[in-house]
């Protein structure tokens, strides 16, 4: 289906502010960068899928006119006797396609329960900018029937899930091969939606699958950053990539690099999200670079570089703060095990906890950085004052990953659906039995990256071994069920470290009595 706006004009996709002046608008996400600039509170954009959906209607209406009034119908004639009702027609109700599109729609745009929109919520903007996008729609129906396969416990989908897996593929592939296909917006955005169905495989897949994507970004070139929604996707991929990076131990692809700067070019330099986007790439290089130093270059060279960007990154999440609050809640039922420590976090919406979260993540991997950097020169002979010194950034820094950790699980709730804001401001209980799919895989790298850090306990890293099982179950997220077999690891590691730690306590206690 293309859109079709008949004798209408195109409805304005500039924010509401700027539509309201008649002024220009750069359309960025999520708030506009003339609002930021003139100070103003930005009231948004319209509902790019309304808009779609509205196209569509109009479309769809004058086309059933015109075959209702078409000569195919005229024939069909009553035989005598039969009743004029007319019958069911079977050809009404949704197959399997559509109810997979429906599926994913519901969870990874509209967002289920929450207002806010869900993980992939710019499809909409891509969708009705390159008209009909069979590739897409393909790619949308694989991936909502694998994740309403799992959910709903119906394994009989995920055949048909997998046949449109391949459809997709197939689609992508011929897409690629075509000079103007392979630069549309749309094919871009079917791969990155399939790397969501790379999660029912397993990481390797996933991660080559990113990488793939990244490689489609670098052949689009410089002059794909005309659009808002290149921007995203541009985004979205650089995210991705960024924990591939960190888990396989690479450094930032040199392409993807000279790409980011050219997208830096395109957008408000004040905005949060995207000084966030650069500095993930900057620490994903510094930890390559630490893994792989034998000695060639002194510790202390690399404690500098850590710290500078320990500074550039509080200066960011300062900009965050003022761009996104949030606000600290009492879990209505404390004692509930879905709740980490009684209480969560709620967010205008789901972008911002991803922006969030990115950010956390990204610091959480500094903060690591720098504890084995602290520890490898305190391993050093050093003056007491400097050694002093040192071991307070220590504790420092492990002071900040149990902030970080307490701040990522407290995102949990409203990212998996469990809660939700309504106008009034009020909580809207919703249904624990089930995972929302686009939250699980939203949250799994963050479970992840707060259950292996050496700075949370046992209890907290059990509360987060039990999400990850969940989501891996409900949502038949294999990276979920592989990154939880790493934590459950280090979990029996960390313990054992905290046995022999009390052991030797109560050993130097002794000798002290002694």
Same mark, same amino acid.
């Given at each position: 289906m293309s859109p079709h706006f008949g004798s209408h004009a195109k409805p304005s996709r500039n924010c509401a502010n700027c539509r309201a002046v008649k002024r220009r608008c750069d359309k960025q996400r999520p708030h506009c960068g003339q609002c930021i600039r003139t100070?103003?509170?930005?009231r948004g954009y319209r509902d790019e899928w309304d808009l779609v959906f509205r196209d569509q209607t109009n479309h769809t209406i004058k086309r059933s006119?015109?075959?209702?009034?078409?000569?195919?119908t005229e024939?069909?004639?009553?035989?005598?006797?039969?009743?004029?009702?007319?019958?069911?027609?079977?050809?009404?109700?949704?197959?399997?396609?559509?109810?997979?599109?429906?599926?994913?729609?519901h969870n990874f745009i509209i967002g289920g329960h929450s207002p806010a929109?869900?993980?992939?919520?710019?499809?909409?903007?891509?969708?009705?900018?390159?008209?009909?996008?069979?590739?897409l729609v393909a790619s949308m129906a %694989?991936?909502?029937? $694998?994740?309403? !396969?799992? @959910? =709903?416990?119906?394994?009989? /989908?995920?055949?048909?899930?997998?046949?449109?897996?391949?459809? %997709?593929?197939?689609? $992508?592939?011929? !897409?690629? @091969? =075509?000079?103007?296909?392979? /630069?549309?917006?749309?094919?871009?955005?079917?791969?990155?939606?399939?790397?969501?169905?790379?999660?029912?495989?397993?990481l390797e897949s996933w991660a080559r699958h990113v990488r793939g994507a990244a490689a489609l970004l670098v052949a689009r070139g410089k002059s794909q950053f005309s659009s808002t929604a290149a921007l995203l996707m541009f985004n979205q991929v650089r995210t991705d990539l960024v924990f591939a990076c960190v888990h396989d131990n690479r450094p930032f692809p040199q392409d993807m690099w000279e790409l980011q700067?050219?997208?830096?070019?395109?957008?408000?330099?004040?905005?949060?999200?995207?000084?966030?986007?650069?500095?993930a790439t900057r620490h994903v290089n510094l930890l390559w670079k630490v893994r792989e130093n034998n000695g060639e270059i002194p510790w202390t060279v690399f404690l500098e570089q850590v710290t500078t960007l320990q500074r550039d990154f509080q200066h960011v999440l300062g900009l965050l703060a003022v761009q996104e609050?949030?606000?600290?809640?009492?879990?209505?039922?404390?004692?509930?095990?879905?709740?980490?420590?009684?209480?969560?976090?709620?967010?205008?919406?789901?972008?911002?906890?991803?922006?969030?979260?990115?950010?956390?993540?990204?610091?959480?991997?500094?903060?690591?950085?720098?504890?084995?950097?602290?520890?490898?020169?305190?391993?050093?002979?050093?003056?007491?004052?400097?050694?002093?010194?040192?071991?307070?950034?220590?504790?420092?820094?492990?002071?900040?990953?149990?902030?970080?950790?307490a701040d990522m699980l407290g995102t949990v709730p409203q990212g998996l659906g469990l809660v939700s804001p309504t106008i009034t401001g009020?909580?809207?209980?919703?249904?624990?039995?089930?995972?929302?799919?686009?939250?699980?895989?939203?949250?799994?790298?963050?479970?992840?990256?707060?259950?292996?850090?050496?700075?949370?306990?046992?209890?907290?890293?059990?509360?987060?071994?039990?999400?990850?099982?969940h989501i891996g179950q409900y949502a038949g997220n294999a990276v979920a069920l592989q990154l939880l077999d790493v934590i459950v690891k280090v979990d029996k590691i960390r313990l054992k470290e905290e046995c022999d730690d009390e052991a030797k306590k109560m050993v130097d206690v002794y000798d002290l009595r002694e």
């Open positions: 100070h103003e509170t930005c006119k015109a075959k209702a009034s078409s000569p195919a024939g069909l004639a009553t035989s005598p006797g039969a009743s004029n009702t007319p019958q069911p027609i079977n050809a009404l109700a949704p197959n399997l396609d559509e109810i997979g599109v429906n599926y994913f729609l929109h869900g993980y992939l919520n710019y499809i909409p903007i891509v969708y009705s900018a390159d008209g009909e996008c069979p590739t %694989a991936v909502g029937l $694998v994740a309403l !396969a799992n @959910s =709903s416990r119906q394994p009989e /989908l995920v055949r048909h899930a997998r046949t449109k897996y391949s459809e %997709a593929i197939h689609r $992508v592939n011929t !897409a690629l @091969s =075509s000079p103007v296909e392979s /630069l549309k917006d749309s094919t871009l955005m079917s791969v990155i939606s399939l790397g969501v169905f790379e999660h029912v495989s397993n700067d050219e997208a830096m070019k395109h957008v408000d330099a004040s905005n949060a999200f995207w000084l966030m986007g650069v500095l609050p949030y606000t600290s809640c009492p879990a209505a039922d404390s004692d509930s095990d879905l709740f980490h420590n009684g209480h969560f976090d709620m967010y205008q919406s789901t972008w911002a906890i991803r922006v969030w979260n990115n950010a956390r993540m990204a610091q959480m991997v500094i903060c690591n950085i720098m504890y084995y950097l602290l520890s490898k020169i305190l391993s050093t002979d050093l003056a007491p004052q400097t050694r002093a010194h040192l071991n307070l950034e220590l504790r420092e820094s492990l002071q900040l990953q149990a902030k970080l950790a009020n909580l809207l209980p919703v249904d624990c039995s089930s995972t929302n799919a686009s939250g699980g895989f939203l949250l799994t790298w963050t479970l992840y990256t707060a259950g292996q850090s050496m700075a949370v306990k046992s209890k907290t890293r059990q509360w987060v071994v039990r999400r990850l099982q």
